[in-house]
């Protein structure tokens, strides 16, 4: 049996839309078995009321293990821990993508590298922002060069910590790329490129003071923060309760806080504040995830 832990990620981080992304120490845990005939799958103790073709950690894994000629009967696999919400921006589909190529892998006796499994899982995905975070670990800037996936780990500084905001409603990512504009003005690139460059240095220097401006950003946030209820509220809350930055995490619906380690009552006003919404948010104080998936 392969028992595979995946961590939840944030993408696109204020100004690095469809590039930044970073794994978070919040987890799917998937067990899975090859068997002699069949296919099971088990969510939480209870059969899946997922139809298997839109399974991703079993699409996936099949698809690999065709690909690589690997001759197999039957699968049991079991989701033992399902943190990642669904449809929420932190990385549900990526995390079934990377724990079925992963499971591959191992049956096949660990013939792909760890650029090999990128490959292959942004070429499900369709880009790479989540999928490399979940894979390494970190926070990680990704771009595609034609169809190769290029990838750089980004230093995070020891006092920073992500206040994950996740609602009780979904935002489909469909729904959050179809109100993005098809063209960007010369000084919304110029805008993004300059806190884009700047949020890297920032975080690689540790310069949390720069890391409000440094997510300002012009190319999704103001045209997606009106389809997640009450998201302007809350920014301005997490602002008055000291806050370093925010930002949608991925297209939505789930929102992020950047907060100083040493902010001690963040977390407790925040929730506060936030239960007198009308909407429920589950909340977390995480740290950064730098291991990325691994086999336990």
Not at 121 to 145: K, R, W, Y
Request: glycine share 8%; net charge negative.
């Amino acid at each position: 049996m392969i028992k595979i832990r995946i961590p939840a990620t944030t993408a696109n981080m204020g100004p690095g839309f469809d590039s930044f992304g970073m794994a978070l120490k919040f987890y799917n845990e998937i067990w899975i078995e090859e068997i002699k005939q069949g296919i099971q799958v088990i969510q939480e103790g209870k059969p899946s009321e997922i139809p298997l073709e839109d399974n991703l950690i079993y699409t996936s894994l099949v698809k690999i293990l065709n690909k690589y000629g690997y001759d197999y009967h039957g699968f049991k696999i079991e989701v033992k821990e399902c943190n990642i919400p669904i449809s929420r921006g932190l990385g549900s589909s990526a995390a079934c993508i990377v724990a079925g190529i992963t499971a591959a892998n191992a049956l096949m006796g660990n013939v792909l590298s760890t650029d090999d499994i990128i490959r292959e899982a942004v070429e499900i995905e369709g880009h790479p922002d989540n999928i490399v975070p979940a894979v390494i670990g970190g926070m990680v800037v990704s771009l595609m060069d034609e169809d190769k996936v290029i990838y750089s780990k980004v230093n995070i500084p020891n006092d920073l910590r992500m206040f994950v905001m996740i609602p009780n409603f979904k935002l489909s990512t469909e729904e959050a790329r179809h109100v993005l504009p098809p063209n960007y003005s010369n000084g919304d690139c110029i805008f993004n490129i300059s806190r884009a460059a700047m949020f890297v240095n920032a975080m690689n220097n540790g310069e949390l003071d720069k890391l409000r401006v440094s997510t300002q950003d012009r190319i999704h946030q103001n045209y997606r923060i009106n389809l997640i209820s009450d998201a302007e509220k809350i920014f301005e809350g997490a602002r008055e309760y000291g806050s370093l930055a925010e930002f949608i995490s991925g297209s939505g619906s789930t929102l992020m806080a950047l907060v100083d380690k040493n902010n001690k009552g963040f977390e407790k006003k925040m929730t506060s504040f936030l239960n007198k919404l009308q909407d429920k948010w589950e909340v977390h104080l995480l740290e950064a995830d730098v291991e990325g998936t691994t086999i336990l």
